[in-house]
């Protein structure tokens, strides 16, 4: 390919390529902002917490790295070649360019994902096919998304009545701005058992519109590669182009690792939900049983100081065994679910400690280096 360059057209690539590195910047901040877990005490899910810090270091590397490091060299390295052609004639960098190394656009250009604009028209040549911060908007609050919700069965409990009872006050108070929502009595009491579900879900969230923002920057990147041989052609333009169309295929693959990761986040975090649930049931039933059973006892040795009453006391020290035997399955109900969530959590952390640099099922992909151009 012969030789040429548009000096105006090339400044526009450089502008395009800042604004890459901005909406990279803004996926790092997002993160930062809002992809952050509450650990209590020695909650269970807890056993995630390694491998969530693990998770989130190599995601944050991989977008700093992509927002610090190679867009921005990327947009420094145009503006270099830029400044050198505007200070050499078009026939001497011509003899220039042909000593540089031959690179094959064609074969870097991921073909499974095509670009594709669906009624609307098509955008100059350097200009945003998409805008990538339009997926980065705030999480929605998964404590208000993943609640108790009182139920009518509740009236024959008198442990779930005094649940209830402060739900209802909560959430009276949240409508008049004396907190921020509606708050479980049991929620306080077992997250810091079972873990912050909601930071979890949130995390997912977080991950999936992070993913969904990348693949749009590689679409960005795609038009751009496209339409770079209208300003800029030759050895160092075609440099140029493969490394947007490697930086596009390690967003795709990137994309694909945190939606995956998403998923894997939603999963623990539904599962805590569950489980806290399951649960705090358990615990009414039990409180329940024993109040009951305790009753039931103090019944059943009066009557049997009497006479008369021994019959009644033998009925009385039945209902109280029935009773002792309900706390005693709910306890034991309790003890196989927490085995069954620390499997969940441990399943979570398997899946988990494949990531990033760890060769496995969710592999961050790498960046490619900025590549050198004429300066």
Not at 150 to 175: C, E, I, M, N, Q
Not at 226 to 244: C, E, F, K, T, Y
């Amino acid at each position: 390919m012969s030789f040429f360059v548009d000096p105006a057209g090339l400044i526009s690539f450089q502008q395009f390529t800042e604004r890459a590195g901005d909406d990279a910047d803004a996926n790092r901040a997002h993160v930062d902002k809002y992809a952050e877990i509450k650990w209590h005490g020695e909650g269970i899910i807890n056993l995630c917490r390694d491998t969530d810090d693990e998770i989130e270091r190599s995601v944050r590397a991989f977008l700093t790295r992509l927002a610090i490091q190679v867009l921005p060299g990327t947009s420094a390295a145009v503006r270099g070649a830029h400044d050198h052609y505007v200070h050499t004639d078009q026939a001497s960098e011509a003899r220039i360019d042909a000593t540089l190394p031959a690179h094959d656009v064609a074969a870097a250009n991921p073909s499974s994902y095509p670009i594709i604009f669906t009624n609307r028209p098509w955008p100059a040549p350097f200009a945003d096919t998409y805008e990538p911060t339009d997926a980065l908007t705030a999480p929605p609050d998964y404590n208000v998304e993943m609640p108790y919700e009182p139920h009518w069965s509740d009236l024959a409990s008198p442990a779930s009545l005094v649940r209830d009872a402060f739900w209802y006050t909560t959430l009276g108070a949240s409508k008049l701005g004396l907190c921020d929502r509606a708050y479980d009595l049991y929620e306080i009491a077992l997250k810091p058992c079972v873990g912050d579900w909601a930071g979890m879900a949130t995390v997912g969230h977080v991950f999936d519109q992070v993913a969904e923002s990348l693949v749009h920057v590689s679409a960005n990147l795609a038009w751009a590669a496209q339409n770079l041989d209208s300003v800029w052609r030759g050895n160092a333009a075609d440099a140029a182009a493969v490394h947007l169309h490697l930086m596009r295929r390690a967003l795709i693959d990137a994309n694909t690792t945190l939606t995956a990761m998403a998923a894997e986040y939603r999963t623990a975090a539904e599962g805590a939900y569950e489980f806290s649930g399951t649960i705090g049931t358990l615990i009414s039933d039990a409180a329940d049983a024993a109040v009951l059973a305790a009753a039931s006892a103090a019944i059943s040795g009066a009557l049997a100081s009497t006479g008369v009453g021994v019959p009644l006391a033998i009925l009385g020290a039945a209902f109280t065994l029935t009773e002792v035997y309900k706390v005693i399955k709910a306890v034991l109900t309790i003890l196989d679910l927490i085995a069954a969530f620390r499997a969940l959590a441990f399943s979570f952390s398997a899946a988990g400690k494949d990531f990033g640099a760890i060769s496995g099922s969710f592999p961050l992909p790498a960046l490619p280096a900025v590549p050198a151009l004429p300066r």
